[in-house]
């Protein structure tokens, strides 16, 4: 009943069916009274793939990975070659078009979200997408057609055969596509230097950094393993922030300095060699978190970002990648600071201003009839610090006379907090409070108080403090981040949510009190010392622990972006210029989780969420299950498969060069090696006799990078890995 049980086994693309799994139960397609098939969960004894299962996936993962060892496919490989469009394995095998299981079922033929879905055979981003069948990337792409004129050429009177370096395109310089933006990426390369550690440590370091990192190569699992995990978590609390507004910076400021000179022929050429403005913050976010060395800061901001959340679906925000630039920076360095601090710069960011909508909020005035905005007033409290209701320390909660749980505010409480949040405007000598057309926000500072606009009226708070009258603006907020910071319910309630970010779905309460009491403070530490917390967080027995002593609540299912992260980062992907451009958007097209890429303030899921089933009978909760349907399923699998079958993660097409895997370590060992160390990368030694037997039977006859990358893909599809415990 862990965790670790629910989710997805393999996956049909064009016709390979996604089986949903787990380790003691799985879920699978049964039929009700009234003879109707639906998902129900059931034992299936940790029997993982089946032998049928196996042998229709090695069949095509044979054909997927076919040419790997001469490292690219050319064009008759992609147009014409069975493994897209007329092989048997997809389009006639019986196993797939014939199986009761699958043809038939109705979950899987009949259904809506599967057969017929826009988004999966219908829809253009599929079937149809010219991204994906009718692409030049894919049919008449550059990189295979070396005869095919470069985009660059098309708007730059250049011969691309013989730009080595950089070339003046008119009056903008750029590089041709596949030598990099002229980005000098400051970060050190990492030390790849292999420590030599037991099993057991390398396993323990492998875990700690799945919780504390976004993905850990070898070298760092043997570093972390040979130094400690205390002692190597106090030095990154100490290295250096690698911020993301440089890199956008520069890349925006290069796109301006074309929109000055108003030059249509520079802006078009500079949108084919590095994109879109809002394509930029994603170029920066990746390339940080692959080479930045503050790792446990990067994968906390990353976590920040999915608590106090701001959006690219609110236009002026996912358009300007200064504005994400700069956000994201705020939470990199109040990742180790404090957490008044942290919720006080939120509440002043200007793009937490545009997204919650308290940038430009002003008083009441009672002859237009117009009250002061409630959106952050609302969500400052509900999501961002105390929550709906009074908790204890384990996170429990408080219970009136009548057992029922204690509203933590009233609408009252918003208004009131609505009224501290007026005032604040977007700079210059006459702000725009009543038009947002009017407005040009500048995203790289934070809001301004305009004490005109701010209500001066006294506030009633929480736990009965008052604001008085006559305060300025800015008085006013401090006092209210003062009086939510200091509420008893803020360290359970931010404790859980960064627990299960990092750690587990499902913290015991006296893993939740633990965390609480450090974010309380103690002769060490003041109130809200993030360091402690985090500490807290990762050192914790339920953290560290062996796997195998996991109770049935432990674990959690990997996240999209996370999986696709911890791909790169184990098996170092590399560019040529060190950056790493459009992976985020490829991610988003496949998983529809991206940075950033919220749906709502609520996040991609919420904390509380349970999928029916066996999790909700046991009251256990699952967030990521939120985003996790049979289009998901399959989508991920396709995402790795195609990020596993060419040289790398992904074909950048803009300005960086392609990223490529660098597999050589796993190349040079025998099977029974290579499982033993994908075991300890992937999965910390927690892979399971009968994955290992479905892997080791499946690459028995394989060689070569054929070998390993589909060892990689079979165990980043396994029960043993999409859920970490």
Known sequence: ??????????????????????????????????????????????????????????????????????????DEDLEDEGDFEDDEDFEDDEDFEDDEDFEDDEDFEDDEDFEDDEDFEDDEDFEDDEDFED???????????????????????????????????????????????????????????????????????SRFLTQATMGANYPLISQVASQGHEEWLEAQFNAPIGLTIPYADFLTARLNAAEDADSEADIDALFEVQGAPESYFGYAWWTQAMTSPDLVRQRVATALTEIFVIGTTVEEIGENPIALATYYDLLLNNSFGN?????????????????????GNARANSDKGTFPDENYAREVMQLFSIGLFELNLDGSHKLDNSGNPIPTYDNNTIREFAKVFTGLGNGGEEPSFQNELERDVDFSIPMSMYEPYHDNTSKQLLNGQVLSAGQSGLQDIQGAIDNLFNHPNVGPFFGRLLIQRLVTSNPSPAYIARVSAAFEGDVNSKRGDMKAVIRAILLDPEATNPPELANNAQGKLREPMLRAMHLSRAFNAVSHDRTYNDIGDSLHEATKQVIF????????????????????????????????????????KNYLAFALSEDGPLEEELGSAVTRLQLDAELALNDEELLNRLDTKLTYGTMTPTTRTVVSETIANLEGEQKVRTAIYLIMISPDYTTAI
Not at 55 to 66: A, I, Q, V
Request: glycine residues 6%.
């Open 1 to 74: 009943m862990k965790v670790k049980k629910t989710i997805n086994h393999l996956l049909i693309s064009g016709a390979l069916v996604a089986l949903l799994f787990s380790h003691t139960s799985a879920i699978r397609a049964e039929p009700d009274n009234e003879e109707n098939t639906h998902l129900v969960i059931g034992d299936n004894n940790g029997t993982g793939i089946s032998p049928e299962d196996l042998e229709r996936l090695y069949e095509w993962l044979k054909e997927l990975f076919e040419d790997q060892d001469q490292g690219s496919h050319d």
């Open 135 to 205: 692409d030049e990337d894919f049919e008449d792409d550059d990189l295979d057609n070396d005869e095919d004129e470069s985009e660059l050429e098309q708007h730059c009177d250049v011969d691309t055969e013989t730009l080595d370096e950089e070339e003046e395109c008119e009056h903008i310089t750029l590089s041709e596509p596949g030598e990099g933006f002229g980005y000098v990426n400051p970060n050190p390369a990492s030390d790849e230097t292999i420590h030599a550690v037991s099993l057991t440590a390398a396993n323990e370091a």
């Open 339 to 359: 957490f008044k601090d942290l919720l006080l710069d939120v509440t002043m960011s200007p793009a937490m201003g545009v997204y919650l909508s308290h940038l």
């Open 597 to 636: 890429g919220s749906p709502s303030v609520f996040n991609f899921f919420q904390s509380d969420y349970s999928p029916l089933g066996e999790l909700s009978r046991n009251e256990l909760v699952s967030p990521e299950f939120q985003i996790t349907s049979t289009s998901s399923i399959i989508s991920v």
